[in-house]
């Protein structure tokens, strides 16, 4: 009769394989586990990690592409009047705003986020499971009440349905702010927002996003 026990060695591996999948947060498919184990002094290729992850019915559960559904919203001729004027002179007189995503364990959550130009400083943000007007409208409430309800802004984002929709450009219309927007599909004439959450993202946020969307949230606000 073959023994089937696993020899001091062969445990020691899948010990090790276990705990690499696990310290990445179940994220680290054969290739990673692989290199990791291999830099921690145990010979594996990427071929016997696969065999060892199905053996040991180890998934890699990594983040999944995400895509935005298009909007249904008419085309506006909003200018760009920042006009990548980025260098501000005085607080409150052009703030930027966009949305990103984040995983938040089983599906997307949605982050908005306004900064006032003059100092790249965020004064409003918000989280929602929907990429819709409400949640950037609620970033954009936060700002206004938190700011004293400043007068001759300017509020400059990209041309998302979310800003381009009626019920945010009446609000706009309402607090008596200007709307710029950039132009179509060029990302560098926001480029401060973009710079915001590349830093969020790089320097702050897990590779594999968050467990769920409390954990985001409180992530969200301590980098805040």
Not at 100 to 119: E, M, Q
Not at 171 to 194: F, H, V
Request: glycine share 6%.
């Amino acid at each position: 009769i073959r023994d089937t026990a696993p020899t001091p060695e062969q445990a020691r591996l899948e010990a090790e394989v276990k705990a690499i999948h696990a310290m990445s947060g179940g994220s680290a498919g054969a290739r990673t586990i692989a290199a990791i184990a291999t830099n921690n002094d145990f010979e594996l290729s990427r071929y016997r990690a696969a065999k060892l992850m199905v053996k040991l019915k180890l998934e890699s559960c990594q983040v999944p592409q995400h895509s935005y559904k298009r909007g249904g919203n008419e085309h506006l001729e909003i200018p760009n009047l920042l006009d990548r004027q980025f260098d501000v002179v005085e607080p409150d007189t052009v703030w930027c705003g966009d949305v990103t995503y984040i995983w938040t364990g089983n599906r997307w959550a949605y982050l908005a986020v306004v900064i006032d130009l003059f100092a790249r400083k965020v004064v409003g943000w918000a989280m929602s499971l929907s990429p819709d007007t409400n949640l950037t409208l609620k970033a954009l409430e936060l700002a206004y009440e938190s700011r004293g309800k400043p007068t001759g802004l300017m509020f400059h984002s990209d041309q998302g349905s979310h800003y381009t929709s009626l019920k945010y450009r009446q609000r706009l219309w309402r607090y008596k702010i200007t709307q710029s927007m950039s132009r179509r599909g060029n990302c560098w004439d926001n480029a401060p927002m973009e710079r915001f959450f590349r830093s969020f993202k790089t320097e702050w946020m897990p590779k594999i996003g968050y467990g769920n969307f409390i954990d985001a949230k409180y992530s969200v606000s301590d980098y805040i």
